[in-house]
DNA sequence: TGTACATCAGTGAACGCGCGTTCACTGATGTAC
DNA sequence: TGTACATCAGTGAACGCGCGTTCACTGATGTAC
């Protein structure tokens, strides 16, 4: 990669670090193209040198954040229960450090909102992402749907609406001590989430870290 | 009432009436003033005998949105276990019906991204509005907290998680059967969401209709 | 009942501001010979 | 190796637009006498 080449990617690099910052802390009307670029050092003007408009960086922005976002939250293997599983990820997902650490929490709650107004296209990027975290959450891989039982991917479907839902309802409201029994309650009613299991209990093939 | 009273109480309503449905389908951001007023049939210079700012504006028309809300989704009393009602209120809320019919839909969704990054009054009314559906699916009083036992109001709450975040899910994706899915399945962890009761199961004194 | 004045809901033009986007330009890097 | 030109990441002024808010004004309603 030449010299310029190289200098063109550490910005384009500051520039997504900046927008997936502001986009998970103010969401998408909040990831604003100047100020975004302020905060990657640059002029607005140089934004289009990078995306072709400010959709294409509010889809890259949701990529970029939620790739960091998932690899902290489920992070590397393990052995452990299916519902075992779950309970993990949701006491890690499920606390008042992630809900008022904004700038490094997790994309997929931060704009559930913003993507139910946008276009399709942004809509396309939130739902693919929002498959791959169901199936880290399932332990399986990025792009893997054969190996995992329909009943699990279910599990863990309302396992992550109870996950964003709980986190959302935290931060509207006023009162902290409320804030923090909302999280209590929503960790608490992970552990009654899993379906009857089906027939045989396979062995799932784990994984380990939070946000997404 | 004099007569010019009532012609100011009928626009307020008006009013009301037009924030509440562009607050539910585009959130704050969508309640505009020019919009709303316009919607009432007045022009926006009017808006300031009615209210002092934006702001006041928002939190009225999320009272007037989530008591209608309640009103249909709670409805009336009648007789059911805690598991039946919650898995009846689950069946009402988590309906594409209700994804798709923004204009009509819950506030409680549509706003919660929206008052986590507002001020204190604002995220204060959201508290308080939330507090009072969590008491209408105990079916208790609007005021009234000292008659629900605190392992319920913990069920209720995280019930309410799972309906919003189910909701707000649903919405946010691109393709309609993988929303109906999600909708599916939040649907069917409401099932199991019931804390193991308290010793005594106390008789439930319930009510009746759907959206927050 | 009639007249004179006060009140006030609503009008419509204007404001300052931040937004996304455009564009002529700069100057360091890369390429051709 | 040296010169001449092309490329292109980044700059900074400018655009049109929608936002919340202000304000002088209108005209129907309400009140005092």
């Known amino acids: 990669m030449s010299a310029r080449a190289e200098l063109k990617n550490a910005s384009l690099q500051r520039i997504l670090n900046a927008s997936a910052a502001r986009l998970r802390q103010e969401g998408l009307s909040g990831a604003a193209v100047a100020a975004v670029m302020l905060d990657a050092g640059l002029t607005h003007g140089a934004f289009y040198c990078h995306f072709a408009n400010k959709e294409d960086l509010a889809i890259a922005a949701l990529r970029h954040a939620l ?14 229960s299916w519902l075992d599983r779950l309970i993990r990820l949701g006491r890690r997902y499920l606390t008042p450090a992630h809900r008022d650490d904004l700038a490094d929490s997790c994309a997929l ?32 891989a990025d792009d893997d749907d054969r190996t995992i039982d329909p009943a699990r991917f279910d599990d ?57």
Chains 1, 2 share one sequence.
């Open 156 to 212: 863990a479907i309302a396992f992550l609406a109870l996950c964003i839902g709980g986190m959302s309802l935290a931060r509207a409201v006023n009162d902290k001590a409320f804030s923090d029994r909302i999280l209590a309650a929503c960790r608490q009613a992970v552990g009654s989430l899993t379906a009857p299991l089906p027939p045989e209990p396979p062995t799932a093939e784990p994984t380990d870290d939070p946000n997404s």
């Open 109 to 140: 709650a931060a704009v559930a909102s913003d993507a139910a107004r946008s276009g399709p296209a942004f809509k396309a990027a939130y739902q693919e992402e929002a498959l791959k975290s169901l199936r880290a959450i399932c332990a399986a």
């Open 67 to 80: 790739k960091d976002n998932r690899r902290r939250w489920v992070g590397s293997a393990r052995r452990e």
